[in-house]
């Protein structure tokens, strides 16, 4: 297969590629770490509680929503499960990248489990795609160079957004920081009509489920939109099938 | 305000099993190939799970005490539109930013 990419790669220019692949989602990343902070101050919780739930968990939408649901005194374990649901597109993720890093060795991926998020998922994936001839090592670089700006950041905004608190004024709108993110994260994924199926079948169940209590609306919702995508997706391959 | 014991349990419980979840493939599974009604369905995973999160928030706002907001409804449709048109998430987040701040400020005036 042709390629215009540079063979010569080495792990410093993989790893220097990621980082300025990495480097722009600060603008998104600040934001939305301190927004956490904010927030979980609002809710009572001490400086170190918020950076300890930022580093434990390291998962964005995962905080917001067990935050939300502790301030709403829902039992434990619908905090867990719901916070858990939320994050169950690391899986896939995690299902995703094996095939690009899974022979890297044990300790690595261990470690690149636990730095496997939206945006270091995102840029190795469509890097490892367009260079194919990467070698693990490299690619392995290449994930570190993504995460090397934004996990200080992440850790050092959920400190600072605990110590301005309430200071935040509410017409910054920080609000919606994480309505926006997700839907421009989701919105370039939105590839085949069975991937639109998902989004508008899940986006509609979560509308009609939205008086359910604990969040569990979104699990019903998800999990019919995800039945709804890999249904579409057989049925369409079926017809693609019958008219070949 | 939340407990003290009831929030360590959710920040260590949320913490391995937030771990387990992304190291199950990566760690455990490794090359050995999974079912493929499995992997149909996880590659629906993220285009189902963001709207269905987002969209009550889109409609019934709690910054507007769950009326709906012209301001935010505007941005999350841009917001959309630009990522599905440049497939660029940062183009995408900007112009929702803009739509969001640029129709606060005017309905503010």
Same mark, same amino acid.
Not at chain 1, 37 to 50: H, K, Q, S
Not at chain 1, 209 to 224: D, E, Q, R
């Given at each position: 297969m042709p390629s215009t990419t540079p063979k010569t790669r080495t792990r410093a220019s993989a790893y220097w590629k990621g980082f300025a692949d990495g480097a722009p989602f600060l603008l998104v990343v600040i934001p939305f770490a301190m927004?956490? !902070?904010?927030?979980?101050? @609002?809710?009572?919780?001490?400086?170190? @509680?918020?950076l300890s739930f930022s580093a434990v968990v390291?998962?964005?939408?995962?905080?917001?929503?067990?935050?939300?649901?502790?301030? @709403?005194?829902?039992?434990?374990?619908?905090?867990?499960?719901?916070?858990?649901?939320?994050?169950?597109?690391?899986?896939?993720?995690?299902?995703?990248?094996?095939? %690009?890093?899974?022979?890297?060795?044990? %300790?690595?991926?261990?470690?690149?489990?636990?730095?496997?998020? /939206?945006?270091?998922y995102a840029c190795s994936v469509v890097q490892f795609e367009n260079e194919?001839?990467?070698t693990v090592?490299?690619?392995?670089?290449?994930?570190?160079?993504?995460?090397?700006?934004?996990?200080p950041f992440w850790y050092a905004s959920s400190i600072l957004g605990a &110590?301005?608190?309430?200071?935040?004024? /509410?017409? %910054?709108?920080? /609000?919606?920081?994480?309505?926006?993110?997700?839907?421009?994260?989701?919105?370039?994924?939105?590839?085949?009509a069975?991937?639109?199926?998902?989004?508008?079948?899940?986006?509609?169940?979560?509308?009609?489920?939205?008086?359910?209590?604990?969040?569990? !609306?979104?699990?019903?919702?998800?999990? &019919? !939109?995800?039945?709804?995508g890999a249904q579409a997706e057989v049925l369409l391959e079926r017809r693609k099938l019958r008219h070949d | 305000m939340i407990d003290t014991g009831t929030l360590w349990i959710v920040i260590i419980g949320l913490g391995i099993g937030s771990y387990t979840l992304r190291f199950a493939f990566l760690g455990i599974v490794g090359d050995r190939p999974m079912p493929a009604w499995l992997l149909r369905h996880l590659?629906?995973?993220?285009?189902?799970?963001?709207?269905a999160l987002v969209a009550p928030q889109v409609v019934w706002p709690a910054a507007t005490d769950g009326q709906a907001d012209l301001p935010r409804m505007s941005a999350a449709l841009v917001t959309l539109v630009v990522g599905l048109l440049t497939k660029n998430v940062l183009a995408a987040i900007f112009s929702g930013a803009a739509t969001l701040f640029g129709m606060l400020w005017l309905f503010a005036l």
């Open positions: 927004l956490f !902070g904010v927030l979980a101050t @609002e809710a009572g919780l001490n400086v170190l @509680e918020t390291f998962a964005g939408a995962a905080q917001f929503t067990a935050l939300q649901l502790m301030q @709403e005194n829902a039992p434990t374990v619908i905090v867990l499960a719901s916070a858990l649901a939320v994050n169950l597109r690391v899986a896939m993720y995690s299902a995703s990248l094996t095939p %690009w890093i899974g022979a890297a060795p044990l %300790w690595q991926r261990a470690i690149a489990a636990y730095f496997t998020v /939206d945006q270091s194919p001839q990467m090592p490299q690619r392995m670089a290449y994930f570190t160079g993504v995460l090397s700006p934004i996990v &110590l301005v608190g309430t200071q935040v004024p /509410d017409s %910054w709108a920080l /609000d919606f920081a994480l309505p926006i993110t997700f839907l421009a994260l989701v919105a370039p994924m939105l590839r085949t069975a991937h639109v199926i998902a989004a508008l079948v899940a986006i509609i169940t979560s509308l009609l489920t939205a008086a359910v209590p604990y969040s569990l !609306g979104l699990m019903i919702a998800g999990t &019919l !939109g995800m039945m709804a | 590659r629906y995973t993220a285009v189902a799970m963001l709207p």
